[in-house]
């Protein structure tokens, strides 16, 4: 039973208490890259290539009854019209309770914005429009009034604990912009950006306050591609997310080592302050790219939950209809 109560109290903690409505609410992701429309709008279609699909699941909490799952799937297009387009959703699932995070976007960025020689430093701006799916199943959940002192749980025990609605929909839009440095042949290329998600305020109707709304979450990001040798090349990158009272800051470095033609390895790692030390290792062959980054927990929530950590497994997929392009090469770092 003090098991039960401990991953309760770790699942509640992790959630957040409904009538927190101002702590974070999105899930997140290590290896964020590989779901850039959730990172960034702006980033759709920004890569070198005509299309891409890219999938990523991640699991944490795994030592609890119902840890946390969220697999994400994204495809998306670029174009020579200016305009790239594409599709995301994303679940994330957790607890006894079935409690369930659902999103679905479709997204654009503008991609005219160019300066510099031959239009290789450029300023791509984004949006989404689309709906968040919050539900949960209240006939999995267990009461305080469900529980005698001697007889223990009884689940034909009538509760006090009752629920207006156990599942919501509501519109949702965000907007971002992007810069890069493109220029080939240069030892080292810029990239920065930043979104702001839940433009409209959905409204939490989980939320014991009739006003209560989905805060909006601020997401600024920027890395430096610095190539080292002809085959070498190391990328330091930065994530900042700020969502209602939580915020959270990532920062680590990747490099890439070319094996031939079309293959390429990484390696590298992410540290995410005051909560988790995340090694990362991919391989790329031709134009699919596969990643497994694992979470090291080093929080004080962590030894709550005897050191449970977290993985993440990614995998994305660039096809070319035309030429490469080499000044794209580095847009959209895969870690």
């Known amino acids: 039973m003090k098991k039960s109560i401990?991953?309760?109290?770790?699942?509640?903690?992790?959630?957040?208490?409904?009538?927190?409505?101002?702590?974070?609410?999105?899930?997140?992701?290590?290896?964020?890259?590989?779901?850039?429309?959730?990172?960034?709008?702006?980033?759709?279609?920004?890569?070198?290539?005509?299309?891409?699909?890219?999938?990523?699941?991640?699991?944490?909490?795994?030592?609890?009854?119902?840890?946390?799952?969220?697999?994400?799937?994204?495809?998306?297009?670029?174009?020579?019209?200016?305009?790239?387009?594409?599709?995301?959703?994303?679940?994330?699932?957790?607890?006894?309770?079935?409690?369930?995070?659902?999103?679905?976007?479709?997204?654009?960025?503008?991609?005219?914005?160019?300066?510099?020689?031959?239009?290789n430093q450029r300023i791509t701006i984004g949006m989404q429009v689309g709906m968040i799916q919050r539900r949960f199943n209240s006939s999995k959940l267990t009461f305080?009034?469900?529980?005698?002192?001697?007889?223990?749980?009884?689940?034909?025990?009538?509760?006090?604990?009752?629920?207006?609605?156990?599942?919501?929909t509501s519109f949702d839009m965000g907007a971002g912009a992007l810069y890069y440095d493109g220029r080939p042949g240069k030892k080292a290329n810029f990239f920065a950006g930043f979104s702001l998600s839940h433009l409209t305020k959905p409204k939490d109707d989980f939320s014991g306050k009739s006003n209560a709304v989905i805060p909006m979450r601020f997401t600024g990001h920027a890395g430096l591609r610095i190539k080292l040798t002809e085959t070498v090349s190391i990328t330091p990158n930065f994530l900042y997310l700020d969502q209602g009272t939580a915020s959270e800051k990532m920062l680590g470095a990747y490099g890439e080592f070319k094996l031939g033609p079309v293959n390429d390895f990484m390696i590298g790692a992410n540290y995410r302050v005051k909560d988790a030390i995340s090694p990362f290792a991919g391989f790329t062959h031709k134009g699919m790219v596969i990643g497994l980054s694992y979470d090291i927990n080093t929080s004080d929530l962590g030894k709550l939950a005897n050191g449970s950590n977290s993985f993440e497994l990614s995998l994305s997929f660039i096809g070319r209809k035309t030429a490469k392009t080499p000044e794209a090469e580095f847009v959209c770092p895969r870690l």
Do not use: E
């Not at 770790?10 to 959630?15: G, K, P, R």
């Not at 290590?30 to 699991?59: E, K, M």
């Not at 305080?144 to 919501?168: E, R, V």
């Open 6 to 119: 401990k991953a309760c109290f770790i699942i509640l903690l992790a959630i957040g208490s409904q009538t927190a409505v101002k702590a974070q609410v999105d899930p997140h992701f290590t290896q964020y890259y590989i779901s850039p429309s959730w990172l960034n709008p702006a980033l759709t279609g920004v890569f070198d290539g005509d299309y891409r699909v890219s999938a990523i699941y991640r699991t944490q909490w795994g030592n609890i009854s119902s840890p946390y799952s969220t697999p994400g799937v994204a495809v998306d297009f670029s174009t020579s019209k200016n305009a790239n387009f594409g599709l995301s959703v994303l679940n994330q699932a957790a607890g006894d309770g079935g409690y369930n995070y659902t999103t679905a976007y479709g997204n654009m960025a503008y991609t005219g914005l160019r300066f510099g020689a031959n239009g």
């Open 144 to 168: 305080g009034d469900q529980w005698n002192p001697i007889s223990g749980y009884n689940p034909g025990n009538a509760t006090a604990d009752l629920f207006s609605a156990n599942s919501t």
